[in-house]
């Protein structure tokens, strides 16, 4: 045997015997259920689905259309795919998708507001396939962006790719939350403390929690088949939020504009693997 097929082999083995073990531990300790070979194939699915869903939605985003305009684009394409919207009825949630304009964080319901010229938009849609759900989302411009607009949504998008540059076996949940937060506070932009990214997979949101703020070296360490979101929402002022009296709606104290990109990420042996592909 050459020495390629010799190290393929005994790499299969470790991972063979010790996913077993650790899957337990996890569980055990952690309440984190670790993905096997057949759930990241349903999961890969259902990103496909996502991402599809996110790029559909942006191809019809422009001034004029309204956020329940938005949730009809998605139920429609969801439905053509043979999915389920998780969204809806989560939780008392009214709608198939999340559409935060501007000074929203998260959480905003589709209704009859009508998009502008300059506002930024987040589409954050979850779908079900097969049992297995795929959480992803998107800023996207309104017309032309003003400088404001430009700023907090490329901080943002810069944010979630540092989070998932951190994500490797032996490095730990901590490691994501600092380099997001170093990132946006160097830019003069501030991290939205509560609201995480989450486990995903079997359910809409999972064990562990994944803060976009934090410590190097600190928290859970992360292990093939581990699978969660990272999703900063980064504010263009102070990150102080309130909720409206619907319940969901959050928004900055301040009214500064607010942008969030959202990917569902794998662990895998030696890095990760992005579960809803896009760009
Ligand atoms: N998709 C959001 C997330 O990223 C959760 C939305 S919950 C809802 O975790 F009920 F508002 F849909
Ligand atoms: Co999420
Ligand atoms: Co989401």
Request: neutral net charge; charged residues 25%.
């Amino acid at each position: 045997m050459n020495y390629k097929k010799l190290k393929r082999r005994l790499k299969k083995s470790w991972y063979s015997y010790d996913f077993d073990k650790v899957k337990t531990q996890y569980d055990t300790l952690y309440n984190i259920r670790l993905k096997e070979k057949k759930d990241i194939v349903g999961m890969q699915k259902a990103g496909r689905v996502a991402v599809d869903l996110l790029n559909h939605v942006e191809e019809h985003i422009r001034p004029g259309i309204t956020t329940n305009y938005i949730n009809s684009l998605v139920e429609e394409f969801t439905k053509k795919n043979h999915a389920i919207s998780a969204p809806l009825n989560y939780n008392g949630f009214p709608k198939s998708v999340c559409t935060s304009i501007n000074d929203v964080i998260c959480h905003g319901i589709p209704d009859d507001t009508v998009l502008n010229d300059g506002d930024i938009v987040n589409v954050d849609v979850t779908p079900i396939l097969e049992g297995y759900y795929a959480d992803t989302s998107k800023t996207f411009f309104v017309g032309s962006p003003g400088k404001d607009a430009e700023k907090i949504v490329s901080v943002a998008r810069e944010c979630l790719q540092r989070g998932i540059l951190q994500v490797k076996p032996k490095n730990r949940i901590g490691d994501i939350g600092y380099a997001i937060q170093k990132y946006a506070e160097g830019q003069g932009c501030s991290v939205v403390r509560e609201y995480v990214g989450h486990g995903v997979g079997f359910e809409f949101h999972e064990p562990p929690q994944i803060p976009h703020f934090g410590k190097k070296g600190q928290g859970i360490p992360f292990v093939p088949g581990m699978v969660f979101t990272i999703e900063p929402m980064i504010n263009l002022g102070k990150y102080n939020l309130h909720v409206l009296s619907d319940n969901w709606t959050v928004v900055t104290d301040d009214g500064s504009l607010s942008a969030q990109f959202e990917q569902t990420i794998l662990v895998t042996n030696n890095g990760f693997e992005i579960l809803t592909p896009f760009d």
